[in-house]
């Protein structure tokens, strides 16, 4: 077969993909930073003409140029399987939505569920020589997606990073309908954020102790995450293995202090799993043709199963807030959704399987509320409409600041006091009045 006869024959421009979008349909838009660009601009460009377009996607890293169209709301519906600060907004302004999912099933939902997609765009790596183009860090669940759409436009984009793996990483010339050269910007990136705080070091030095040379990485986003990765990298730890939903900058800067070799791992020896990444150009610049980094399908990198098979593997996730029965929201303000059950779950489930693994649920004891007063994250119950991504029999390790528990297991009032024991002191005597209230705490407990 002529590949780059067949990619000619199926090159076209923006505007004419596009075209194929009807009133109606449903759309996939990507994932993260392959979420479609020059496409997206296009099918903006048509919708004075369409009517009821449903699209899906998650961690949107810019506003798409869709949803700055006249009479947004009435024209399109955004359906996020994972909330970032652009998908917040479409949802406060009525046209986006969360589609809650234990992240590990994307894959199956869309083949056995799904079933059937309209039109699917999103960017990709350039074509290889054997005629494939990678998903860049984006292998996650776009296979899956392509499997079962009607039509398929990939956008060609020059930056994009091409991630090798084992498997549906890529999708082939042959299995496209549509290619798209598009305008090649700059992969977009995702800060560390700011500096770590005196929590953040406080809650890595916590972590960092429990974690034995030869484990097995997952990092989730944020600062206290990040935190833990600086540390790691600055650690005396060796022969450490990733395994990880989101490859993130932690992971390179640990990598290049020559900490991690994975030859500990049980399963793929030697490498870098990820489902899907994103960070600076630095983090691009790493993955980019690098045999030891290995995309892979979310079903494969978050099934427990699969993480049960290596040892001493330590998950590391943050929280938003705990309450005194162990149950653990990662996901929304009350009823406000800010992000998604993602992987976390998976995770915790999957490192207690691991022999010797550990999973860590970690946040601030305390955090501002908008009229400036401290509130505790340790609550008696959580707030209405909150949402609990961990159940409290699968919460392992808990850590604040102020120490580290493991909730594994233990009858209610000794859950109730481990937890009060590493809450701020300014709420501990008023979370004992509150767990004596709800019937967690006996007279031997210690104050």
Not at 9 to 34: F, I, N, P, R
Not at 39 to 51: F, P, Q, V, W
Not at 245 to 251: K, S
Not at 392 to 415: A, D, I
Request: proline share 4%.
């Amino acid at each position: 077969m002529d590949y780059e006869a067949l990619y000619q024959q199926k090159l076209t421009t923006a505007d004419e993909a596009v075209k194929v979008v009807k009133s109606g349909d449903w759309v996939d838009y990507g994932w993260c930073t392959g979420t479609a660009c020059a496409l997206d601009k296009a099918l903006a460009g048509r919708m004075s003409e369409l009517e009821d377009i449903n699209l899906r996607g998650g961690i949107l890293m810019w506003q798409p140029a869709i949803f700055q169209i006249p009479d947004v709301e009435k024209k399109i519906t955004w359906n996020s399987w994972h909330m970032g600060g652009v998908e917040r907004k479409a949802c406060t302004a009525g046209f986006g939505f969360y589609n809650a999912l234990r992240y590990s099933e994307l894959p199956r939902y869309y083949r056995e569920n799904v079933k059937h997609v309209n039109v699917a765009m999103f960017q990709v790596a350039p074509m290889d020589s054997h005629g494939y183009f990678s998903f860049g860090p984006n292998a996650s669940h776009l296979k899956a997606v392509c499997d079962v759409s009607d039509v398929v436009i990939v956008e060609v984009n020059k930056n994009m990073p091409r991630c090798l793996g084992g498997f549906e990483e890529a999708v082939h010339i042959s299995e496209v309908d549509m290619v798209v050269e598009g305008e090649n910007p700059p992969i977009a990136e995702l800060g560390a954020g700011g500096a770590p705080t005196d929590v953040d070091r406080a809650v890595a030095k916590l972590i960092v102790e429990e974690i034995p040379n030869g484990a097995c990485l997952q990092l989730g986003i944020g600062g206290m995450p990040n935190t833990v990765g600086s540390m790691i990298a600055e650690s005396d730890l060796k022969d450490l293995g990733v395994h990880t939903e989101m490859y993130v900058d932690a992971f390179v800067d640990i990598a290049m202090a020559g900490k991690i070799n994975g030859l500990s791992k049980g399963i793929d020896r030697g490498k870098q799993v990820y489902a899907f990444g994103a960070g600076t150009k630095k983090l691009y610049d790493y993955i980019d043709n690098n045999p030891e980094c290995y995309a892979a399908p979310v079903s494969y990198t978050n099934d427990a199963r699969t993480i049960a098979q290596i040892d001493n593997f330590i998950s590391i996730n943050n929280a938003v807030d705990i309450d005194l029965f162990g149950q653990v929201n990662a996901e929304t303000a009350g009823t406000k959704q800010i992000s998604g059950a993602g992987g976390q779950l998976d995770f915790v489930l999957g490192a207690y399987l691991s022999k010797g693994g550990k999973s860590f649920i970690c946040c601030s004891s305390t955090f501002k509320q908008k009229d400036g007063s401290i509130a505790s994250r340790i609550r008696p119950t959580l707030a209405d409409g909150s949402v609990v991504t961990d159940a409290r029999p699968n919460v392992h390790w808990f850590v604040t600041e102020y120490g580290k528990v493991c909730l594994k297991g233990l009858s209610s009032w000794q859950r109730a006091e481990a937890l009060i024991s590493v809450a701020h002191p300014d709420f501990r005597e008023q979370l004992i009045q509150d767990a004596e209230k709800m019937h967690i705490w006996k007279r031997s407990n210690k104050r």
